[in-house]
Nanobody, 122 residues
Framework: QVWLVESGGGVVRAGDSLTLSCALT????????MAWFRRAPGLEREFTAA???????DYTDSVKGRFNISRDNAQNTWYLEMNSLKPEDTGIYFC????????????????WGQGTQVTVSS
């Protein structure tokens, strides 16, 4: 069994920064790729950023240059550093994990967290 637990969400103002964390527990195997997906109010969940086991990264265009995804393999923890936040970044952020290779496809992720709310006011 694998659990993902997100933390770090909150209410911030436009232009502020926030860092989300995702901790994976439950298994010793740690060659996971991890992604963050966002569900904005009234919209479907969508890809935001991903990092592979070998630290390759991918970002959706709207967050490139503002968000940074990173990982601490020893701690099985991943981070999403969000800078220059905008009101349109508001949503529930979910972390997800799959083996080795990153993907933008929600269906390819095996494990999911419960989500953490990020609200950016203008």
């Amino acid at each position: 069994q694998v659990w993902l637990v997100e933390s770090g969400g909150g209410v911030v103002r436009a232009g502020d920064s926030l860092t989300l964390s995702c901790a994976l527990t439950g298994r010793s195997y740690n060659r996971y790729a991890m992604a963050w997906f966002r569900r904005a109010p009234g919209l479907e969940r969508e890809f935001t950023a991903a990092i592979s086991w070998t630290a390759d990264t991918d970002y959706t265009d709207s967050v490139k240059g503002r968000f940074n995804i990173s990982r601490d393999n020893a701690q099985n923890t991943w981070y999403l550093e969000m800078n220059s936040l905008k009101p349109e970044d508001t949503g529930i952020y979910f972390c997800a994990a799959r083996f080795l290779v990153l993907s933008r496809k929600e269906s390819e992720y095996v494990y999911w967290g419960q989500g953490t709310q990020v609200t950016v006011s203008s």
